[in-house]
Structure formats: C-alpha cells, structure tokens
C-alpha cells in the first residue's frame, strides 16, 4: 500500500495549528507532530538534555530539572551557531520518531507536521509539502499577540527560519491564511481532493 504523506509545514504562526486541527477533526487524519517529538526528545533525563545542561550550565534547567524554554530560546534566536548545534542535537531524534511512526501506522493518509520541514532536511519523509502563508504583518502581529513578544523578539524568531517565499517556492500546495478561516479550509478541502478517506 502507498502511503500518502503530507508535510506540513510554513512560517511561525502563519496558521499551521489550524490546518493540522481541521484534518484531524474533520478527516480523521493522523498528525505526526515535529514539536511534540522535539519536546520528548529533551524531556527530563533524557541524554539530549544531558547534553544541553552540560553546555549551557544548570541556568537552561527549570527546578525540577527539565528544560527552560525560554531560556533557551533566548541562546538559540540570537545565536546561528548555537542554533546550528542544538538543532543537529535534536533533528536526527525526531526524525527517528517519525520514521518509527510512519513504519507502524496503516493509515493511507499521514499529515507530518514539520515546521523547519526544508530547514532539517526532511523533505525525503513525506509524498507531498503543503505550507501555510500569509502575509508578514499578519504573521509579526499573530506572534506577538500569540507568544506575548516585543516585536524585536517576534522578528528574531521569524527571521530564524527560511522564508516564507522560498518554503512556498518549494511546495506541491500552497495554502494562503491572509483572509478568512472559511476560505483556508476551503483551499485545505480542494488540497486534500477527493482520496478515499479510511
């Protein structure tokens, strides 16, 4: 059986939470997510984080020992290099993870929910790349408002992945989030065209 694999991907708060909602709860779709494999690669004890504490120093942990978000946040969106170092750390992981996913699920249909897709190289995982747009001054003021940033941090972090012009430049669909929640699901409908949904 062929399995059809769609990467989903686009810009930081560009509406990709949306998309994935909409699949799981209309089509029932299973949603592999990036982030969620990330998360559990550093959970606590693990030897990622090991490895993290040990570079940054006991500062990157919370009390109880787990990660500090945040913190790290602030190192890796001011830092390329660092930012170099803990993705090559964390992508191979989660790569792992979905690899072991895909193997084991029956679904004809797998939504990859990738956000750095291109950046990490993971383009090989799925049949077809799906990235979400709109336009920047949406996607500034929805990170804003969304992670409580000052717009030097919201840029930071924008700025931190590859365009949104050359993700789309690269994609199979293209969906735009510039105008209505009707009109995006909409556009998600006509991507998903008319397979046989099991």
């Not at 990490?120 to 747009?133: F, H, K, N, S």
């Not at 408002?145 to 000052?150: M, P």
């Not at 669909?173 to 510039?178: A, C, E, H, P, R």
Request: hydrophobic content about 40%; overall charge negative; some cysteine.
């Amino acid at each position: 059986m062929t399995k059809r694999i769609i990467g989903l991907t686009g810009g930081i708060a560009t509406g990709k939470t949306t998309v994935t909602n909409y699949l799981a709860s209309t089509y029932n779709l299973p949603i592999l997510d990036a982030d969620i494999y990330a998360r559990e690669a550093v959970s606590l004890g693990s030897p990622i984080l090991g490895a993290i504490a040990q570079r940054y120093g006991e500062q990157i942990l919370l009390p109880d020992g787990s990660l500090n978000r945040q913190k790290l946040g602030e190192v890796i969106f001011n830092r390329q290099d660092e930012r170099n170092w803990i993705d090559n750390l964390i992508h191979p992981d989660v790569r792992d993870r979905f690899l072991k996913a895909i193997a084991q699920s029956s679904s004809k249909i797998l939504v990859l929910v990738v956000p750095l897709l291109f950046e990490a190289g993971m383009t090989d995982l799925v049949t077809e790349i799906w990235v979400v747009r709109c336009s920047q001054e949406q996607q500034l003021q929805r990170l804003i408002q969304r992670n409580h940033l000052n717009t030097e941090q919201a840029r930071a972090r924008i700025n931190s992945q590859l365009s949104i012009e050359e993700k789309a430049a690269h994609a199979d669909v293209v969906l735009d989030n510039s105008f209505t929640l009707e009109i995006l699901l909409k556009q998600v409908d006509a991507a998903l065209g008319t397979t046989n949904i099991d």
